[in-house]
């Protein structure tokens, strides 16, 4: 008799896996319906985890393109005042612009922006308010702006001070209809006829908060000086080369236009940076949010696993005698029950991150919009489908390991 106990003892481990595995498999198949029910919250809850993250990264994806359609890398510089009370205004020039072109590297693009406010008449007695830009031909560059018709005034316009003007989208369509039928057309503002030669809108809409508007008109900075009595500017613009270049090129554009002017003058140098990141915390905590209502219905399917797993347990208490009568130790009991909780969290776990992924690869082939799909949600998705399975399942393997055998033949 010690033969046969010796060799049992030696048999493999993955012998024993396989035949646990194996009952579970035929316990499955038995039950396929019950299983399939219960495996179902598994389904939603993973593939809800999948589509949350998926979210999240469109989510983030579509913020931070928007914050960046705003200006390549845009840096922007504008004076606030002096320290010392009824200081003379300390304005910023074009030779501050040039300055730091000279002297700061990574910066691809810069120009100035001169506001001027006027009046234009539209016809039947009828005035507009139009503000005027004057910027150089590289604003179109560090505004990332879209050029609808015509075209953006270049280097010669400004070097021969052409009087002409690039429209806003909206102030064409109110005054000419079209903005194809705006090219053309001249404009009279004080006296001076501006030739309109194209139309444009910002690539995104920031609704009034730029210093674009819906009845803004850009024309050469040279030609913008036949309005002002000063040298001055408002604001200049800078394009960083790189994004990662963005915060150094700030700080020493910062410390080249401080150098240059009175120590009591106070210049405000600031991007997108700050704004991008605060998007990208919102657009975290958002997920994570998602992420907690996605873990409750992963947890409410795996408390339905453990009810199941309990009341086949109750229904198997004979089958489970009978095992343990011809020598199944509490450990493959354990084991049995154990693996078919796994089995059910696993079979839902990878059709749900089937359908979670599914769905974006989906939009994908069907439209042009390119959803983020992240590989580490999928594995994330079976890792805590598989908790789920063995947290949910130690309670009712145990308790079958623990019945009593003798008791356990009795049980009708």
């Known amino acids: 008799m010690a033969t046969p106990v010796t060799t049992h003892a030696s048999r493999p481990p993955k012998l024993v896996l396989g035949e646990i595995v194996s009952f579970a498999y035929d316990t499955f198949c038995s039950n396929k319906v019950r299983f399939a029910l219960t495996a179902l919250g598994m389904v939603i809850g ?3 985890l999948i589509l949350v993250v998926t979210i999240g990264l469109t989510g983030k994806q579509y913020v931070l393109n928007q914050i960046q359609s705003i200006g390549a890398n845009l840096i922007e510089c504008e004076y606030q005042g002096g320290s010392a009370p009824n200081s003379t205004p300390d304005l910023l020039t074009i030779d501050d612009m040039q300055a730091v072109l000279e002297q700061v590297s990574g910066i691809v693009a810069a120009s100035p922006v001169v506001p001027l406010d006027d009046h234009i008449s539209i016809g039947g007695g009828k005035e507009r308010d139009l503000r005027m830009l004057g910027v150089q031909p590289q604003y179109s560059t560090v505004r990332n702006l879209v ?8 280097n010669e316009d400004e070097q021969a001070r052409n009087k002409v003007g690039v429209v806003q989208q909206k102030l064409a369509e109110e005054i000419y209809g079209s903005v194809d039928n705006a090219v053309g057309k001249v404009i009279k503002v004080s006296g001076l006829p501006f030739t309109i030669i194209g139309t444009f809108r910002e690539r995104v809409n920031t609704f009034g908060q730029s210093e674009v508007t819906d009845n803004s008109m850009i024309i050469p900075y040279t030609v913008s000086r036949y309005f002002t009595d000063t040298p001055g500017v408002r604001q200049l613009y800078f394009s960083a080369a ?7 090129v700030t700080e020493q554009v910062k410390k080249v236009l401080q150098s240059r002017h009175r120590p009591e003058s106070v210049y405000v140098v600031q991007n997108l940076t700050e704004l991008v990141a605060v998007a990208d915390r919102t657009a975290n905590a958002l997920t994570i949010v998602l992420l907690l209502i996605a873990t409750v219905t992963l947890l409410v399917s795996g408390i339905g696993i453990m009810n199941i797993m309990l009341a086949t347990v109750s229904s198997r208490i004979r089958e489970i005698g009978i095992r343990k009568a011809m020598g199944a130790t509490n450990r493959s009991i354990r084991y049995q029950f154990l693996s078919e909780a796994i089995l059910i969290a696993l079979v839902g776990g990878v059709a749900g991150v089937v359908i979670g992924l599914a769905l974006p690869f989906s939009v994908r082939f069907f439209t042009e919009y ?19 399975g063995i947290l949910f399942g130690t309670v009712p393997a145990t308790r079958a390991a623990k019945l009593d055998p003798v008791e356990s033949l009795r049980y009708e």
């Not at 790189?242 to 150094?248: A, D, G, K, L, N």
């Not at 390119?370 to 789920?388: D, E, F, N, T, Y």
Request: no cysteine; glycine share 6%.
């Open 46 to 48: 993973t593939a809800s």
């Open 147 to 154: 050029v609808l018709s015509g075209r953006f005034f270049d």
């Open 242 to 248: 790189e994004p990662s270049m963005v915060i150094p």
């Open 370 to 388: 390119r959803l983020p799909i992240s590989g580490l949600s999928a594995i994330v998705a079976i890792v805590v489908s598989s908790l789920v």
